[in-house]
T-cell receptor, first 114, second 110 residues
Framework: DGGITQSPKYLFRKEGQNVTLSCEQN?????MYWYRQDPGQGLRLIYY???????QKGDIAEGYSVSREKKESFPLTVTSAQKNPTAFYLC?????????????FGSGTRLTVV | SQELEQSPQSLIVQEGKNLTINCTSS?????LYWYKQKYGEGLIFLMM?????EEKSHEKITAKLDEKKQQSSLHITASQPSHAGIYLC??????????FGKGTKLTVNP
């Protein structure tokens, strides 16, 4: 079955460490997105990519980095520059000009700083 | 400022009661999506609305997009405990990106 796989489901990070969250899709979707969710804040866009080797900053990109070397993969690195990384992270994908087809979401990664 | 305003923030209802959640934008919505989320899990797609005046239903959930395409409502009829969760509206307000409201937490008491 097609879908988006995020891993790991839970991740713990020590202060000053970089960690990478994985997002893989086999839907042949062009665009991929990373969102951060905090209690009471809804989802906020971190980065998005519409094509391989290209990506754009979202509303809260500071302290994060991404790459898009393959169409199927869009990993997110939470760097030590992100001062408050504890949150729930969601990856999504869509066809370009998705209007009709919508967005598909992964099951999320919960990151905790210890 | 929040581009999509959702109300109410939380809602507690007795099983069997009807309820409505609203999603309002100051800009024209080109695609309005409703998702449901269980705590700590991904988003489950419910419905998408594109045309002004459009209305869609799935089981006991109905969503409408007003004629001006700036407000949507999600209505649940005869709520059940299985309806509990966080309901999020998302919209294509800016080109090629989906923005979200802050969500409505629904509790259904048996």
């Amino acid at each position: 079955d097609g879908g988006i796989t995020q891993s790991p489901k839970y991740l713990f990070r020590k202060e000053g460490q970089n960690v990478t969250l994985s997002c893989e899709q086999n839907l042949n979707h062009d665009a991929m997105y990373w969102y951060r969710q905090d209690p009471g804040q809804g989802l906020r866009l971190i980065y998005y990519s519409q094509i391989v080797n290209d990506f754009q900053k979202g509303d809260i990109a500071e302290g994060y980095s991404v790459s898009r070397e393959k169409k199927e993969s869009f990993p997110l690195t939470v760097t030590s520059a992100q001062k408050n990384p504890t949150a729930f992270y969601l990856c999504a994908s869509s066809l370009l000009y998705s209007g009709v087809y919508g967005y598909t979401f992964g099951s999320g990664t919960r990151l905790t700083v210890v | 400022s929040q581009e999509l305003e959702q109300s109410p923030q939380s809602l507690i209802v007795q099983e069997g009661k009807n309820l409505t959640i609203n999603c309002t934008s100051s800009k024209t919505l080109y695609g309005l999506y409703w998702y449901k989320q269980k705590y700590g899990e991904g988003l489950i797609f419910l419905m998408m609305l594109q045309k002004g005046g459009e209305e869609k239903s799935h089981e006991k959930i109905t969503a409408k997009l007003d004629e001006k395409k700036q407000q949507s409502s999600l209505h649940i009829t005869a709520s059940q405990p299985s309806h509990a969760g966080i309901y999020l509206c998302g919209a294509d307000i800016r080109a090629e990106k989906l923005v979200f409201g802050k969500g409505t937490k629904l509790t259904v008491n048996p």
